[in-house]
């Protein structure tokens, strides 16, 4: 067990329709990642939170959000969702700090694996 | 933009033998450096990572990896795989200071006992 904790771990659902899917950070990270990781594109930044702000956001579609609330944890939406959007979730951790200290240092939860039929 | 390109897709070793997984990186500043590895049926985790200092730096389970600036390479190196080290593996980069992480496409390793 990492300390990240992703919830659902399985979720199927139709073209068109939105899901949600939650991270629970480490205790004491305040940073939460999300990336995307499928077959055919790798593992693919989308976007960063600090203590509830966005810090940097990568290849994140419109039909995505996401947000971090004042107890830390993070919520990725995913609305219209369409065949491609079938991929594996993870969101990650960090500590807070700088360089050598581990703010890089990412600590990955299970994933949610998302299948859109 | 940050990109990160691992040489190799898949790799199959038989045990022992010695593994070498390619990485390099576009970016011209100071970097920050990992490996994470994911076995089979579990999350990703950190291997190693260089942030600064000896550019040769080791890791959990006898891996090392060497950072060559001129050569913008992170190679990873093990000299003798066990069945244990089959895994995918990816080399990532963040810009020192910066809050992106760019992974490589991974290496899938399949080691043969």
């Known amino acids: 067990d990492s300390g990240v904790t992703q919830t659902p771990k399985h979720l199927i659902t139709a073209t068109g329709q939105r899901v949600t899917l939650r991270c629970s950070p480490r205790?004491?990270?305040?940073?939460v990642y999300w990336y995307q990781q499928s077959l055919d594109q790798g593992l693919q930044f989308l976007i960063h939170y600090y203590n509830g702000e966005e810090r940097a956001k990568g290849n994140i579609l419109e039909r995505f959000s996401a947000q971090q609330f004042p107890d830390l944890h993070s919520e990725l939406n995913l609305s219209s969702l369409e065949l491609g959007d079938s991929a594996l979730y993870f969101c990650?951790?960090?500590?807070?700090?700088?360089?050598?200290?581990?703010?890089?240092?990412?600590?990955f939860g299970a994933g949610s694996r998302l299948t859109v039929l | 933009a940050q990109s990160v390109s691992q040489h190799n897709h898949h790799v199959i070793l038989s045990e022992a033998a010695s593994l070498e997984l390619g990485c390099n990186y576009s970016?011209?500043?100071?970097?920050?450096l990992f490996w994470y590895v994911q076995y089979p049926g579990q999350h990703l985790q950190l291997l190693l990572k260089?942030?600064?200092?000896?550019?040769l730096v080791k890791g959990i389970k006898g891996f090392e990896a060497e950072f060559i600036k001129s050569k913008f390479s992170f190679n990873l190196r093990k000299p003798s795989v066990q069945w244990s080290d089959t895994a995918e593996y990816f080399c990532?980069?963040?810009?020192?200071?910066?809050?992106?992480?760019?992974f490589g496409a991974g290496t899938r390793l399949f080691v043969k006992a």
């Open positions: 205790s004491g990270d305040l940073s």
């Open positions: 990532a980069v963040t810009r020192t200071g910066g809050f992106k992480t760019i």
């Open positions: 260089y942030f600064s200092g000896d550019p």
């Open positions: 990650a951790s960090s500590a807070p700090g700088g360089g050598s200290s581990g703010a890089n240092v990412l600590t």
């Open positions: 970016y011209g500043g100071t970097v920050n």
